[in-house]
């Protein structure tokens, strides 16, 4: 009775299934031509807003269909049926997990990371990818339409604090930061970066669309694709940040919806907005880039990665009281891992409570694992959501850390390390200070410094210094690409070697210029934001770093490849600045028209006087009697008087 | 005569000597009357740093300086001091040339004057005597050497000294009757700053009166020598650029330098009328209202040069006193240069009208410049508008300057003509009015 009551669900999930698909391949058709037919016409912001509006529609109904569907192991059928080709179908999977790191400032980071691979090609010749399972249909059609080899993009609010926090397993800027790897087919890469720019800001809701060439650069060294490829040439690599981007519900929310399961099932549950903005730091980030499908790497496979990362503050959201939860930390509790995912898992950090001397965890941990990860071996208990024993009686997990003395974990110093403030006073001139920590006791390494500067902000590259130690430090490599007015920033790039245990100072002077009126911000005194510099380093790792790709790994320990065992990527952002400019009056444009041209019409006017008119006796002018009555000898005829 | 001249040269340098070593130095080179974004030492410091990163000079929006400048400084950075001071001392020792000469050729004509009793019998005291003017050329030395403009804009290594050496070097060519040279440093001070193009028309009009060709449209030998001048400076202008594109091999400079200067992108502040009108114009009429800036400095050149025909240095004069005041990016340097000039016109006192205003109003202006912009841009207690009402002062008071030894040549030589004391009709004493 049962099993016949399965299979005709079954069957008829296929068929409407086979349906649905149907029916929305014909709309997904139309809505292409129809988004392709206005964006050639230019109207970005038109065409942004109607293909997000309709992609996200999709995006539900098509998640919505997903969710009917039985999980792609135990059944080809759905999607054999579905995908209505010859071919065979490629191979995707899903992933998601949970980090969570109690830190040592009492503060708790949670970092999920969902990661989506699809073993398929957009840019295969002659192949149109179409079909779409679990892997976001508008990122899918984003990359191909705009020949995107690998985009980064990320929207954080609030400053990661490393000296507190230690290194995040993902760093982002505050505000927005985009950078994309462009196919080396693109022959008109500003032409798609503005393009693409405008649609990632109608996808995301975020206000990307004021990525234009004054924020826009090229590194040359700082930002190299993290998947595979050989293109390497800046030409193709685009950078902006937007640090006045302020990150909030609107951005989550379509965020979550590129998720499979959206926020319905699995660790996106957790994810509400009102207790995710409620912290301290608070980074959503998506990456897109082609990683080796097998290891033999005879494919390439898209991944999509999709991360939250926050941090938690003990005061203002754990109450002052080092005890969390899951309750606690997100106001819900996990139920069930999300259907369609091939690995569900929750780390918690454990490495410095092996023995539970320091908090305890409840429901304890079913089974512990090790994983090198920001050259460090770090011991993590797993919770494996797919094992039906992970839930307990009541059909939920809710972890609790309690710790048991008041006492806070000493922290190692994070190796490196940076800084910046803006030195000066007065709204003329100023200087950058960058400051570089290298905490190692004995390694020195070179790091990279990339420093974006708006044009407003007029650097003098003579003025640089850098200093180790209090003496000078040259850099061994240096970029520099000064700015245009209204065009470019200034951007500047450097190799420079930090000596053991040192701080490096790198200072420049700037000129603040006065902009036109219509060119301040609506806020004009309030300042402008100049974005985090960013430093990027191999750094000496303590362990041995994992370079087998024969082992599976978690996924917040494979983000940076790792080529080789003895130092470990890093990237660090600083402080984003605060600048203030001179204004002029805004409410003076008629009254200073009025005063100048009236200036320069005195000095006309005296020029014109003297120029035009010759000197004169001045014979004194006959009274008024005098000229009516000339005026009557006139009329008469008689001489005048 | 050659010793006072050096005296002053040897206390200007000392001068200099001590501010160059002074703490003045420094916060002087920041100053936006004494350097503008044309000509601040800190850029031409920034080109050469681009250039020896290996980049342009001009693929940067902060260098605005000609080739030829970072070619000078490539060679001379180290002497930049002494390079400055030898521009200041060469522009002062050309104008005592200059002037020394021209007073000569003004008391030669009115000597031939007096002797064809040209002159009305009651304008002797109008007549200019030898003694007085024996000390003008020293006077004018002086007045560049030691104003404290010049003062500045050298301390702070402003490259307006340079121009300003150009300018007169090719005053003194020009008085001397070099049309040759003339040309070349009239080339070469429009290459520096495209506005004393305007000179070109005072340097005709004088070397035409030193060779004794009428100003006529119908003499072929005017149509020559004009064609013949021009073609020189032409000729002259064009070597130089193309000089300067084989030393970076790039048109960059073009628009680097003479776009900047013709379209204001750069608003700081200044003593000059651009910046602040840009900043607060609307976008839609901002090209119009450039255009109409720009064609004021090139304006005058026509009905002044009609009107001055017979007097092309006191023409020289008001030309390069209209351009310091109307120039896009102007710097007190610019002001030292005209100022320089008045003892030449020390004679036309008689007839100023609000000179005792006019220099209270420059004092003072010069005194507030410093304390409104600290009060905006330091102390934050005043706005922009302080700064601005200063210079709008300041260049009313420069035209009142200007168009008033203007008022007092023009009447000076209506007096040569018809009388010093004018009659009415009814024999009562008259009023000279402008009608």
């Not at chain 1, 590194?219 to 937007?242: C, D, E, I, M, W």
């Not at chain 1, 952002?573 to 008629?590: A, G, I, Q």
């Not at chain 2, 070597?239 to 330098?257: A, G, M, N, R, T």
């Amino acid at each position: 009775m049962t099993a016949g009551r399965c299979t005709a669900a079954l069957l008829a999930a296929v068929l409407v299934c086979g349906l649905t698909c149907a029916s929305t391949a014909a709309a997904e058709e139309a809505i292409t031509e129809e988004y392709e037919s206005i964006s050639n016409a230019n109207e970005h912001v038109q065409a942004q807003d109607d293909y997000a509006r309709s992609q996200k529609r999709r995006e539900i109904t098509e998640h919505d269909d997903d969710q009917n569907e039985p999980p792609p192991s135990s059944s080809s059928s759905s999607s054999s049926s579905s995908s209505s080709s010859s071919s065979p179908p490629s191979k995707d999977y899903f992933k998601e997990e949970l980090v969570i790191r109690p830190l040592s400032s009492g503060d708790i980071y949670a970092s999920f990371q969902f990661q989506t691979r699809w073993d398929t090609d957009f840019f295969a010749p002659g192949k149109k990818v179409s079909h779409y399972r679990l892997f976001p249909k508008s990122l899918g059609q984003l990359m191909s339409k705009f020949s995107v080899r690998e985009m980064h993009v990320s929207f954080t609010q609030g400053y990661w604090r490393t000296m507190q926090w230690g290194q995040p397993f993902l760093p982002a800027p505050p505000g927005a930061e985009l950078w994309v790897w462009f196919q080396d087919s693109v022959a008109d890469v500003d032409g798609a970066w503005k393009e693409l720019t405008n649609v990632l800001s109608g996808i995301f809701c975020a206000s990307l669309n004021f990525i234009d060439s004054t924020n826009t650069v090229e590194p040359t060294a700082s930002f190299k694709p993290l998947g595979v490829g050989n293109v390497t040439h800046q030409r193709f690599l685009r950078y902006a940040v937007l640090p006045r981007e302020i990150v909030c519900t609107e951005n989550l929310t379509p965020w979550k919806k590129l998720l499979p399961c959206g926020s319905k099932a699995g660790l996106a549950v957790l994810m509400k907005s009102e207790k995710l903005f409620h912290s301290s730091f608070l980074s959503l980030a998506v990456h897109i880039r082609p990683v080796c499908q097998d290891w033999g790497c005879k494919g390439t496979a898209w991944e999509l990665r999709q991360t939250v990362n926050v941090v938690f503050d003990l005061h203002t959201t754990g109450q002052g009281k080092r005890e969390w939860s899951f309750f606690k930390m997100f106001s819900r509790t996990l139920t069930e891992a999300c259907p369609l995912a091939t690995s569900s898992k929750v780390y918690i950090d454990v490495t410095d409570n092996p023995q539970g001397e320091l908090f305890e965890l409840n429901p304890a941990a079913p089974s512990l694992t090790q994983a090198v990860v920001l050259g460090d071996r770090r011991t993590y208990a797993v919770y494996d959501l797919m094992a039906s024993g992970t839930f307990g009686l009541l059909r939920s997990l809710n972890v609790l850390l309690r710790w048991k003395t008041p006492g806070s974990v000493d922290m190692l110093r994070p190796l490196l390390h940076g800084e910046r403030y803006v030195a000066g006073y007065g709204l003329q001139t100023g200087e950058i200070h960058t400051l570089i920590y290298n905490n190692h006791p004995y390694r020195a390494f070179p790091v990279l410094l990339l420093d974006i500067v708006p044009w407003y902000l007029r650097l003098y590259i003579h003025t640089l210094t850098v200093t180790s130690k209090s003496r000078e430090n040259k850099p061994s490599y240096i970029h520099y690409q000064p700015s245009k007015d209204r065009l470019r920033p200034h951007l500047l790039e450097m190799l420079i070697q930090l000596p053991p245990n040192s701080v490096t100072e790198v200072t420049v002077q700037f000129e603040r210029a006065l902009l036109k009126w219509t060119e301040y911000t609506p806020d004009p005194n309030h300042g402008f934001y100049v974005g985090s510099s960013v430093i990027s380093a191999l750094v000496p790792s303590v362990v041995a770093m994992d370079t087998s790709y024969t082992l599976e790994h978690p996924l917040f320990s494979t983000f940076f490849p790792c080529k080789e065992e003895s130092s470990y990527f890093v990237r660090v952002y600083t402080e984003p600045l605060l600048v203030n400019l001179p204004t002029p009056d805004f409410s003076m444009p008629y009254n200073v028209i009025c005063l100048t041209c009236t200036v320069v019409a005195v000095g006309y006017g005296s020029l014109y006087n003297l120029l035009t008119r010759t000197f004169q006796v001045e014979e004194p002018s006959p009274g008024v009697v005098k000229r009516l009555a000339n005026m009557i000898r006139y009329l008469r005829g008689v001489p005048l008087l | 005569m050659a010793a006072p001249l050096t005296l002053v040269l040897i206390v200007a340098v000392t001068i200099r000597a001590v501010l160059f070593s002074s703490s003045l130095a420094e916060p002087l080179m920041e100053r936006v009357e004494v350097v503008s974004p044309l000509n601040a030492w800190k850029r031409v410091v920034e080109g050469l740093a681009l250039l020896d990163l290996g980049a342009s000079p001009y693929s940067g929006d902060v260098f605005h300086e000609t080739p030829l400048i970072i070619y000078l400084f490539h060679f001379v950075i180290d002497y930049a001091d002494i390079v400055f001071m030898i521009a200041d001392g060469i522009t002062a020792v050309a104008l005592y040339l200059a002037v020394q000469d021209y007073n000569k050729t003004v008391f030669r004509k009115q000597k031939y004057a007096l002797e064809a009793d040209r002159y009305p019998h009651d304008c002797l005291e109008l007549i200019r005597t030898p003694k007085e003017m024996y000390y003008i050329p020293l006077k004018v030395a002086l007045f560049y050497l030691l104003n404290p403009f010049t003062i500045f804009s050298c301390v702070a290594k402003s490259t307006c000294g340079l121009n300003n050496a150009v300018i007169a070097l090719f005053i003194l060519s020009t008085i001397k009757g070099s049309a040759f040279l003339s040309a070349v440093f009239l080339a070469l001070a429009t290459y520096q700053s495209i506005y004393p193009l305007t000179l070109f028309a005072p340097a005709l009009l004088f070397l035409l009166q030193r060779l004794y060709i009428p100003v006529n449209f119908y003499r072929p030998s005017f149509w020559l020598f004009t064609l013949q001048y021009a073609v020189m400076y032409l000729g002259s202008l064009c070597v130089i650029v193309c000089l300067s594109f084989f030393l970076l091999s790039s048109w960059d400079f073009i628009p680097s330098v003479y776009g900047f200067i013709l379209s204001v992108p750069d608003l700081t502040p200044n003593i000059g009328l651009f910046w602040y009108f840009f900043a607060e114009m609307f976008e839609h009429f901002r090209f119009f209202f450039i255009c109409v800036f720009q064609i004021n400095v090139f304006f005058y050149t026509i009905p002044l040069s009609i009107k001055l025909k017979e007097h092309p240095v006191f023409l020289i004069f008001m030309q390069i006193a209209i351009i310091s005041i109307f120039k896009s990016y102007p710097t007190v340097g610019d002001i030292s240069l005209y100022m320089a000039f008045l003892p030449v016109w020390s004679h036309l006192y008689r007839f100023l009208r609000n000179i005792f205003l006019v220099s209270c109003v420059m004092l003072a202006c010069s005194a507030l410049f410093p304390v409104l912009w600290h009060l905006w841009i330091y102390a934050g207690s005043a706005n922009s508008n302080f700064y601005y009402a200063i210079t709008l002062l300041f260049n009313v008071g420069q035209i009142l300057l200007v168009s008033d030894y203007f008022y007092a040549f023009l009447r000076r030589e209506h007096h040569l003509t018809h009388g010093l004391y004018l009659k009415r009709k009814d024999g009562s004493e008259a009023t000279l009015v402008l009608k």
